[in-house]
Nanobody, 117 residues
Framework: VQLQASGGGLVQAGGSLRLSCVAS????????MGWWRQVPGKQRELVAD??????ERYKNSLKDRCAISWDRSKTVYLQMNSLIPEDTGVYFC?????????????WGRGTQVTVSS
């Protein structure tokens, strides 16, 4: 499985970004897709994920500023609003055939998000 992310970049504080990730290749049906991030000096953490029943999971501090969606055709989106400099980091697309709290077995290469103050 290859996960190709797009939509990262440089944005001013208060702005918005929409990340997209497309899964390609031959694989068993996915049960979950989502986004994780690694900000400077911290471990990789969940931003949001969504399972094939439409159940969404968010990092608590981000749930009011993010919305995840999955069109079931192998593309997951993350809408991020009211961005703050602390959101700066590398965002990784993730997918799995099982729901695992620490993330599925497939990872994208990451896309950089930089929020300027």
């Amino acid at each position: 499985v290859q996960l190709q992310a797009s939509g990262g970049g440089l944005v001013q504080a208060g702005g918005s970004l929409r990340l997209s990730c497309v899964a390609s290749g031959s694989f068993a049906p996915l049960k979950v897709m989502g986004w994780w991030r690694q900000v400077p000096g911290k471990q990789r953490e969940l931003v949001a994920d969504i399972n094939n029943r439409g159940v969404e999971r968010y990092k608590n501090s981000l749930k009011d500023r993010c919305a995840i969606s999955w069109d079931r055709s192998k593309t997951v989106y993350l809408q991020m609003n009211s961005l703050i400099p602390e959101d700066t980091g590398v965002y990784f697309c993730n997918a799995g055939r099982e729901e695992i709290p620490t993330g599925g077995e497939y990872w994208g290469r990451g896309t950089q998000v930089t929020v300027s103050s």
